[in-house]
C-alpha cells in the first residue's frame, strides 16, 4: 500500500510537470507587462494556455503550445523584440502558428541574443477570442548562439496589415485603420479619409522606436503620400513615452505638402526640438485639408547618414 501510495504521487507530479509549462529563468511569465489596447481583460485566459512555451530548435526560436482548440482555429502569437517598457506603446508583431497534431507552433526571428522577447497568443475559435497572459524568454539563455535576422531600415509597406497603425478619432486613438489597393510600390498603402465636415485626420504608427533609432544611428524618417484631389499639408510629429504622464510630444517645424502625385517626405530627427530620441515609441502624420478628400500612404523607412537629401 505504501508503495502505491508513493507511486500514484510520482505519476501525479510527473502528468503535471508535462501538462503545465514550468517557468524557467530564460522563459517565464512576464507579469510587469501590459497587454495592447485591443484586447479586453476579460478574454485574458491564462489557464488555456498552460503548455504555452519558448524554445531553441535547430538554431530557432520557436514558441509552442497545445490550447485546446477544434481543427478550424486561428492561433497567433503576438511578439515584442525590446526591453521592458512602453507598455502603453509598444511594438507587437504578429505571427501566425502552424499546426502539427495537437501542437501550434511557429518560429520567431530575432537580431540580438540579449535582448528579451516578450510574447502571448491569441485563439480565435467559434467566434470565441482568447488571449494567454505575457511570458518573457531571453535568447542566449534558451541556448541559442547565433541572431536569425538583421537590422533592415525598412518600417512599413502595408503588405502583411496594418496592426501598429492607430487613427485619431474623436480625440481617442483607434485602430480602424484600412488598407487599400493603391500602392506606390507593391500592392497595399494605407488610405485616409477626410469626411466633408472635418478639415483634418491623423494616424500614428508604433513602428518608430527609439532603442532602434539609437543603436543603428538612423537620421531621419522617409515615407511617401498622395492626394485623390488637389493639395494637403502634413504635419508630423514623434512622441517619447506616449501615453504616460511623462510623454514628451515634438513637432517637426515645417509642414510638407501632398499632391495628387506620389509626394517624398523627409524628414531629419536632429529637427524634431526637444526630443529624448532613444525613447520615442509613437509618430503620427496630421493631414491639413477641406473635406471630402482621401489620401494614401506607403513606404515608411528610415535614413541613414547617406540617405537624407
Known amino acids: 500500500m505504501v508503495f502505491l501510495a508513493c507511486f500514484g504521487q510520482w505519476w501525479f507530479f510527473s502528468y503535471c510537470l508535462e501538462a503545465q509549462t514550468v517557468p524557467t529563468l530564460s522563459d517565464q511569465p512576464a507579469p510587469e507587462a501590459r497587454h495592447p489596447s485591443f484586447i479586453h481583460p476579460n478574454q485574458i485566459r491564462p489557464e488555456r494556455f498552460s503548455t504555452l512555451k519558448a524554445e531553441s530548435l535547430a538554431g530557432r526560436l520557436k514558441l509552442a503550445s497545445k490550447p485546446s ?17 512602453h507598455w502603453l506603446a509598444r511594438d507587437w508583431r504578429p505571427h501566425p502558428m502552424d499546426r502539427s497534431g495537437e501542437q501550434w507552433d511557429v518560429a520567431v526571428p530575432f ?44 518600417i512599413e509597406g502595408f503588405e502583411i496589415g496594418s496592426m501598429g497603425w492607430k487613427l485619431l478619432e474623436d480625440d481617442h486613438f483607434s ?43 538612423m ?58 530620441l532613444s525613447e520615442v515609441d509613437f509618430f503620427t502624420m496630421e493631414i491639413i485639408a477641406t473635406g471630402p478628400r482621401e489620401f494614401w500612404i506607403d513606404d515608411l523607412e528610415y535614413l541613414g547618414l547617406g540617405n537624407l537629401d
Open 175 to 217: 485602430d480602424s485603420v484600412r488598407l487599400e489597393q493603391a500602392p506606390k510600390n507593391g500592392h497595399f498603402s494605407l488610405g485616409l479619409k477626410i469626411p466633408a465636415n472635418k478639415r483634418s485626420t491623423t494616424v500614428g504608427t508604433l513602428r518608430v522606436r527609439g532603442s532602434e533609432i539609437v543603436l543603428h544611428r
Open 111 to 154: 537580431r540580438n541574443l540579449d535582448q528579451p522577447v516578450y510574447y502571448f497568443l491569441q485563439t480565435i475559435d467559434l467566434s470565441r477570442t482568447n488571449y494567454s497572459q505575457i511570458r518573457v524568454c531571453h535568447p542566449r539563455e534558451l541556448g541559442l548562439e547565433n541572431i536569425t535576422s538583421v537590422f533592415f531600415p525598412f
Open 219 to 276: 537620421m531621419g524618417l522617409r515615407f511617401w503620400i498622395k492626394s485623390s484631389s488637389g493639395n494637403a499639408r502634413i504635419r508630423s510629429t514623434l512622441f517619447a513615452n506616449a501615453f504616460t504622464t511623462n510623454q514628451v510630444v515634438s513637432v517637426f517645424p515645417a509642414e510638407m505638402t501632398a499632391t495628387e502625385t506620389w509626394q517624398k517626405v523627409e524628414m531629419a530627427f536632429q529637427r524634431f526640438p526637444k526630443l529624448p
Open 69 to 85: 482548440v477544434s481543427t478550424n482555429a486561428a492561433v497567433t502569437a503576438f511578439v515584442s523584440i525590446e526591453e521592458p517598457g
